[in-house]
């Protein structure tokens, strides 16, 4: 189907969040695509348990934009709403001036769930022959990973702690082990996340519910405690935890968003004295520090080839139909240690 069939209705099945813990399918008309953009027919979509199962539960920050930088998620964070950045596709339609080698390539783009969409071709990136599209569709987590590491600067020789090994903890472990360290200590609730770290390269992953877990990890790291703490369990009790093992000067990066849930801090007592840094680091921009030599689409290109060296795609738990889209957002919500990754697929 070329630029001549583009004047057919088009109709889009549509993920929508209608209130906490409520996701409907609505269907929806779309306009043809204008100069310069696409239509594109989904094929796999990710759902994020980070951010959009916040935002799922009813825990993000009310009225807030849903994304300053992403054009499909250029709303407010209020019911009723579309949400979702991992869609993966093939081009099936083309507005004026689109080249013809575009027509039936496969391409990622940051939208919401939705059986198709319309899009700027220029907000596309076309996936590389040798990634397979359950692959592509984890790209943003293999970037934020890559952005949370950048920001916490490792160096060799240090001792590193990592509180949550889900996608992203997972990820940031398997980029953080290739580093030199002294030691390398997760943390997670769920048993198999804890082995899949430890098959990564961890030397330690705890339990933070047990009762022992921080004389545990004050052992392996010794008196000094951790040079460089990540935070990406999304709980903020974990964030004090990461401070408490934290040594003097040390570093910790926030890579959770907590949105209305709120972190209990005791900043009152040793904090004041340790010179630690908090530094929060969303993936959405680049560290100006970096930006000389790093750019988006620089990091993109790290991103693609780190897809094919780890293969996360092995940690997908769920595959499920995007008509039981419901099911799988309960799913994330009430069974976690079974579900690491749930993707959507579409027939």
């Known amino acids: 189907m070329g630029q001549s069939e583009l004047t057919r209705p088009l109709e889009a099945v549509q993920l929508i969040f209608r209130a906490p813990r409520r996701v409907v399918l609505k269907r929806q008309s779309l306009a043809a695509p204008e100069a310069g953009q696409v239509e594109v027919e989904t094929v796999v979509s990710g759902i994020s348990a980070g951010t959009e199962m916040l935002i799922y539960r009813g825990l993000a920050p009310r009225g807030l934009p849903a994304d300053d930088v992403l054009p499909a998620l250029s709303g407010r964070l209020t019911f009723p709403m579309r949400y979702g950045y991992a869609c993966v596709g093939r081009v099936a339609g083309l507005g004026p001036g689109v080249a013809e080698s575009w027509l039936g390539r496969r391409a990622f783009a940051f939208q919401p769930h939705a059986s198709r969409f319309v899009i700027p071709v220029s907000d596309l990136l076309p996936v590389p022959d040798e990634v397979s599209n359950d692959q592509a569709v984890l790209l943003p987590q293999v970037e934020t990973a ?4 950048h920001d916490g600067a490792p160096i060799a020789g240090e001792d590193i702690v990592v509180f949550g090994q889900g996608m992203v903890g997972l990820l940031a472990a398997f980029l953080l082990a290739r580093t030199p360290l002294a030691r390398l200590v997760t943390f997670d609730r769920f048993p198999r996340r804890r082995g899949l ?5 961890a030397q330690v992953s705890l339990d933070p519910g047990r009762a022992n877990t921080m004389e545990q990890a004050r052992a392996v790291l010794g008196p ?3 040079d460089l703490a990540f935070e990406l369990s999304g709980d903020p009790a974990a964030l004090e935890a990461a401070l408490a093992l934290t040594g003097f000067s040390g570093r910790v990066v926030i890579g959770s968003w907590y949105g209305r849930k709120r972190a209990d801090l005791d900043l009152g007592g040793a904090f004041h004295r340790s010179r630690i840094r908090l530094m929060s680091s969303q993936v959405s921009r680049i560290d100006p520090a970096l930006s000389g030599r790093w750019d988006k689409a ?3 290109e790290a991103a693609w080839r780190l897809l094919q060296e780890v293969h996360p795609e092995n940690w997908i738990t769920h595959r499920i139909p995007f ?4 099911r799988a957002f309960q799913l994330l919500d009430r ?3 079974e579900a690491l990754q749930v993707i959507l697929t579409y027939g």
Do not use: D, H, N
């Not at 890559?146 to 590491?149: E, N, P, Q, T």
């Not at 008509?323 to 419901?326: D, I, K, L, S, T």
């Open 146 to 149: 890559l952005s949370l590491v």
């Open 224 to 226: 000094q405690g951790a």
């Open 323 to 326: 008509e039981r889209a419901g």
């Open 298 to 300: 620089r990091r993109f």
């Open 197 to 201: 770290s430890l098959g990564l390269g």
């Open 335 to 337: 069974r976690p240690g």
